[in-house]
C-alpha cells in the first residue's frame, strides 16, 4: 500500500497546536512566513512518498549485511541517499554558516515525520547525522568545524553516536572504552561499541563518529566520560581524505525490525588505536552527548507518531477494501459489506487515528517549544520555554513511541490473519515500531527523568503553567458550544483535574518516598501525555471550525477524550495509592 503524507493534518497541528502563527508573528521565525512552510512540507511530502515510501519493504527483505568486511546496503538505498543529500534535506535544521537552512526545529520535526513514515530504516541515518551536527557545532573547535561540519551538513559525509558497550547500556557508569593523548592534541581510541546505528555502509565516502571514552586518570562514573571525533578516513590538510584509521565494523546485528538500518558492533584500536579529536572538555562529554541526545528523542518521538500513521493508512485502506459479513442495516440477501463498516472496526480505526495525532499534537508542541527556547530574546520567555521543552521531552518520547508500537499492533488486529503474514506489509511496521520504546532512554528511564528532574523545575512552577494551558483549552471546548464535541469537555477536564492531582502528590511526596514516586513514574507519564495529547487534539478542532478538516477534527478529538482520556482516573489512583502493590512485589521475585 502506498504511503501519502497527512500535510493537511500536519499543517493545521502545526497551526493550531504548536502556535506556528504566534512564531512568525513574534518575529522567531520570519523565514516561515508567506507560505514557505507549506511549500516545504509539501516537498517533502514528495519526496517521501515518491522516493522513499517505495523502498520500505524492499529494505525490510533485504536488510544490511557485512559481507567481506564491507557493510552493504539494500537495494536503491545509496541512489536515494544521494538524491536526499543532492535535494538538500540533510541540511534543512543546519547552521547557515555551513551550508545549511537554519530552518526552525518545528518544520523539520513535520518532515521527520514523513520520511519516516515512508522508510523508518532510511531515515534513521539522516537522524544521527543531524544530532551530529548539532553536537558539534555546539562544543566543537574551530577545527573541526571547519573540517567537518559542512560535508556534514550537506550529506557528503554522515554521523553516528557511539554510546553503548556490552557492559554498558543505559547505565554509562560502567563504560571502559580507553582514550589516551599523543602529544600532539589528538587521542588513540580503544575498545568495543554495540548497536550503533549506521555504524558502517557504502553509503557516503566517509562516516565521523561521535565515540565516548575515558582518559587514564579520568574520575570513575559519568564524571569521567569525554566526546571525542573519530573518522573513517583521516583528513588530510587539503580536505582530500587520507588514510583508514583504526575503526572496524565487527558486525551487524540481526534484529526485530529496522533490517535496512546497519546496526553495528564496532571496534576501536585493534591495530594501535583509532585517532580522535576531542569534543569540548576533558570529562565533560556526556554533557556534549547530551546534545545530541535531547535532539535524538525528540526525534525517536516523532518516529512513534511516523510509524502510527503508516499502519494507519494501512489499516484504514485494507478495512475499506476487504468484505467479510454485512452491515447491520443491509437487506436481507445482500453482498458482503466492507468490513469497515462494522462498529469494532470503526473503534479500532479512529483508536489508531485519534492516538497518532494526539502524540503528534505533543511532539510539535515539544518542537515549538525547543524553537522558543533557542529564538526568544527576553531572558524569562527563554527560560520559560526551555523548561516547557525539558517537561514534554520525556512525555513525547515515552508516548508516541508506545502508541507506534499500540497503533500497529491494532493495524495488525485490523487485518485479522493477513495481518499476521509479512506478504501485506502489516506485521513490517508492528517489528519496527518496537525499537522506539528501547533506544535513547528506555521509556522506564524517560518516567524516571519527568518526575525526578523535571517536575521541580521552578519549584513547580513550570508544570503548573502546562496544566494551566490544558485547562484553558477545556474551558474553550465549554464555551464554543460547538456541535459534535459529545462529552469531550467534561472528559478532558476529569483527565487535567487528575492531572493536576497527581502533580501536586508526586511534588509533595518525592522528598519523603522516592520509591513511592518512581513507582508511579510510568502510570504519571501516561497520563500527562493523555491530558496534553487530548487538549492539544481540542484545540485543532477548535482552530479548523469553518474548514473542510473540522468535521473530522471535531469527531477524532471527542472520540480520544471519550474513549482515551477517559482512563485518567484510573492512571492517578495508579500514581497515588498504586505504590504499595509494587513494593509488595518483592516477595515475589525473591529467590
Known amino acids: 500500500m502506498s504511503y501519502r503524507a497527512p500535510v493537511e493534518d500536519i499543517l493545521a497541528t502545526m497551526r493550531h497546536v504548536a502556535g506556528l502563527d504566534a512564531l512568525i508573528e513574534d518575529g522567531l521565525t520570519p523565514e516561515l512566513a508567506d507560505g514557505v512552510t507549506e511549500a516545504v512540507v509539501e516537498e517533502a511530502a514528495k519526496f517521501a512518498g515518491d522516493v522513499l515510501a517505495p523502498l520500505n519493504a524492499i529494505g525490510d527483505r533485504h536488510g544490511s549485511a557485512l559481507k567481506d568486511g564491507v557493510v552493504v546496503t539494500p537495494p536503491g538505498w545509496k541512489e536515494a541517499y544521494h538524491a536526499w543529500a543532492e535535494g538538500g534535506w540533510n541540511a534543512l535544521p543546519a547552521p547557515e554558516a555551513y551550508g545549511g537552512q537554519g530552518l526552525p526545529t518545528l518544520v523539520q520535526s513535520a518532515c521527520t515525520e514523513m520520511w519516516n513514515s515512508a522508510a523508518f530504516a532510511f531515515a534513521l541515518g539522516p537522524l544521527l547525522t543531524v544530532g551530529a551536527i548539532e553536537a558539534l557545532n555546539a562544543h566543537g573547535s574551530d577545527y573541526l568545524k571547519q573540517t567537518y561540519l559542512a560535508r556534514l551538513v550537506s550529506g557528503e559525509w554522515m554521523g553516528t553516536m557511539n554510546l553503548t558497550e556490552p557492559q554498558a547500556g543505559s547505565d554509562l557508569n560502567a563504560l571502559r572504552a580507553k582514550a589516551e593523548r599523543t602529544g600532539d592534541g589528538t587521542y588513540r581510541i580503544s575498545g568495543q561499541k554495540i548497536f550503533i546505528t549506521y555504524g558502517d555502509h557504502e553509503m557516503t565516502e566517509n562516516i565521523v563518529h561521535l565515540v565516548l571514552a575515558r582518559l587514564p586518570e579520568a574520575p570513575a562514573g559519568t564524571r569521567g566520560i569525554s566526546l571525542f571525533l573519530v573518522p573513517k578516513y583521516l583528513v588530510n590538510a587539503d580536505g582530500s581524505l587520507g588514510a583508514r584509521n583504526d575503526v572496524r565494523c565487527t558486525g551487524v546485528e540481526h534484529k526485530l525490525g529496522i533490517h535496512a538500518s546497519p546496526t553495528c558492533a564496532m571496534s576501536y584500536g585493534d591495530e594501535g588505536g583509532a585517532i580522535g579529536w576531542l569534543i569540548g572538555e576533558e570529562n565533560r562529554g556526556l554533557a556534549c552527548m547530551f546534545t545530541m541526545m535531547n535532539n535524538a528523542r525528540l526525534n525517536v518521538a516523532v518516529q512513534g507518531v511516523a510509524i502510527a500513521e503508516r499502519a494507519y493508512q494501512q489499516a484504514l485502506a485494507f478495512a475499506q477494501e476487504r468484505r467479510q459479513g454485512t452491515a447491520l442495516d443491509a437487506p436481507k440477501g445482500a453482498a458482503m459489506s466492507p468490513i469497515i463498516v462494522h462498529p469494532d472496526i470503526r473503534r479500532m480505526l479512529m483508536e489508531m487515528r485519534a492516538k497518532t495525532q494526539g502524540a503528534r499534537a505533543l511532539t510539535m508542541l515539544l518542537a515549538a517549544s525547543l524553537d522558543r527556547a533557542h529564538r526568544e530574546s527576553d531572558e524569562g520567555r527563554r527560560k520559560a520555554a526551555s ?157 479548523l471550525r469553518g474548514e473542510g478538516e473540522a468535521a473530522a477534527a471535531i469527531a477524532t478529538a471527542r472520540f480520544y477524550a471519550e474513549h482515551l482520556a477517559t482512563e485518567a482516573p484510573a492512571l492517578e489512583l495508579a500514581v497515588t495509592e498504586g505504590a504499595g502493590a509494587v513494593a509488595d512485589a518483592a516477595a515475589v521475585f525473591a529467590a
Open 387 to 543: 523548561e516547557r521543552a525539558a517537561i514534554l521531552t520525556p512525555v513525547a518520547k515515552a508516548y508516541a513511541t508506545d502508541i507506534g508500537v499500540e497503533v500497529a499492533s491494532t493495524g495488525v488486529q485490523v487485518h485479522g490473519g493477513m495481518g499476521y503474514v509479512e506478504e501485506t506489509g502489516a506485521a513490517q511496521h508492528l517489528r519496527d515500531a518496537r525499537i522506539a520504546p528501547i533506544y535513547e532512554g528506555t521509556n522506564g528511564i524517560q518516567a524516571i527523568d519527568l518526575v525526578l528532574r523535571k517536575l521541580p523545575l521552578s519549584g513547580g512552577a513550570a508544570v503548573a503553567a502546562l496544566i494551566g494551558e490544558m485547562r484553558e483549552a477545556v474551558e474553550a471546548l465549554r464555551e464554543s458550544n460547538t456541535p459534535g464535541f459529545g462529552h469531550a469537555a467534561d472528559r478532558l477536564g476529569a483527565a487535567v483535574d487528575a492531572l493536576e492531582r497527581a502533580t501536586q502528590w508526586m511534588l509533595k511526596t518525592m522528598g519523603a518516598d522516592q520509591a513511592s514516586v518512581l513507582a508511579g513514574a510510568t502510570p504519571y507519564l501516561k497520563l500527562f501525555a493523555l491530558a496534553q495529547g487530548g487538549t492539544g487534539l481540542a484545540r485543532k478542532a477548535l482552530g
